[in-house]
Each structure stands twice: as structure tokens, then as C-alpha cells.
């Protein structure tokens, strides 16, 4: 469902939170908040920590062969974030189709209580003996499957940018 109004600060903080870290110095841009470039990679150390426990550790690549590669982002940024405010990255998976995934990745303000940044990614499951898209795993595909029915049962909306969608 498209929509514009995302969860809030209290119904997002009781997920799971990775990549939990201050904003360092070495972020900020000249107008003295975190520069653009870092929230999608933020976002995408968080997303990458989420999968660990659906069996995709950060090492799949060299131990199994199989990897993960974003196809598609929207990026909503709805806060600033400032040097040294503390944030952290919440996951919403939303589905998942033979190959593909959809998430929601959402950036924390936690020093101010607040949702910084959204973004919406397509992910692919690759099959790095010949890089093209490959249907997951079965178990990561029941993981998968798990953890996209519990947050199918959180009790807000997942609010999508409508522009992305698996297929």
C-alpha cells in the first residue's frame, strides 16, 4: 500500500537495532549534518546485519558463493542526523519473490527519539559462479519467508514509497 505516513520513533524502537553507532565528524557535510552518502550506507550495513540470522552471514560470498546485491532504492529522509546524535537501523521485510526480497530500512535518531531516514530496497539473491540472479536458498528462503509473516503482523502500517515492487 502507498502511503506517506511512516511509523513513528515508539512503534519502530522495539525492533531489532543494527549498525548502532554515533554520527562521527568525518560524516557531516557542509551544512553540518550527516551528508547524504552515508544514510544509504548506513542503511545497508544495518539491512546487512538484519539477514545474519536468516542464514546470510557477511561471508556468504566466500564460503557459499551466494550473495546479495540491492537492485532498486527510494530514499525518504525525514530528520537530520548530527554529528555525535546516536543512530541506529531497523529492518522491515515486506516480501520476497524466487530471487528477490523487499525491505524496509529505517535510520533512528535515537538521541532525539525521531525516524531520520526511510528507504525501500529490492534485493537479489546472486549466485556468484556466474553473478546472475539465482532462486534462494531453501533454508534462507524459509528464514526469509519467517520473518516477513512476523512483520506482517506488526501493528502499524508499512508505509512504501509505491514505486518499487518485486516481480
Not at 532504492?73 to 530528520?79: C, M, N
Not at 529490492?122 to 556468484?128: A, C, R, S, T, V
Amino acid at each position: 500500500m502507498t502511503s506517506t505516513a511512516h511509523p513513528s520513533f515508539a512503534q519502530l524502537v522495539d525492533l531489532p537495532a543494527y549498525a548502532e553507532q554515533p554520527v562521527p565528524v568525518a560524516f557531516e557535510d557542509n551544512n553540518g549534518h550527516l551528508n547524504v552518502r552515508h544514510y544509504l550506507g548506513i542503511g545497508s550495513e544495518g539491512l546487512d546485519e538484519s539477514l545474519v540470522d536468516l542464514g546470510i552471514p557477511m561471508d556468504w560470498p566466500l564460503r557459499e558463493g551466494h550473495a546479495c546485491f540491492a537492485a532498486e532504492h527510494h530514499v525518504t529522509y525525514l530528520h537530520e542526523l548530527r554529528t555525535g546524535d546516536r543512530m541506529s537501523v531497523r529492518v522491515r521485510l515486506l516480501g520476497r519473490s524466487e530471487r528477490a526480497a523487499h525491505a524496509l530500512v529505517y535510520i533512528l535518531d535515537e538521541t532525539h527519539e525521531r525516524v531520520s531516514a526511510v528507504f525501500e530496497e529490492i534485493f537479489l539473491h546472486i549466485d556468484l559462479s556466474d553473478r546472475r540472479t539465482a532462486p534462494w536458498p531453501a533454508d534462507v528462503a524459509a528464514n526469509l519467508d519467517r520473518r516477513i509473516a512476523e512483520h506482517a503482523a506488526l501493528p502499524f502500517e508499512a508505509a512504501t514509497s509505491g514505486s518499487l515492487a518485486l516481480r
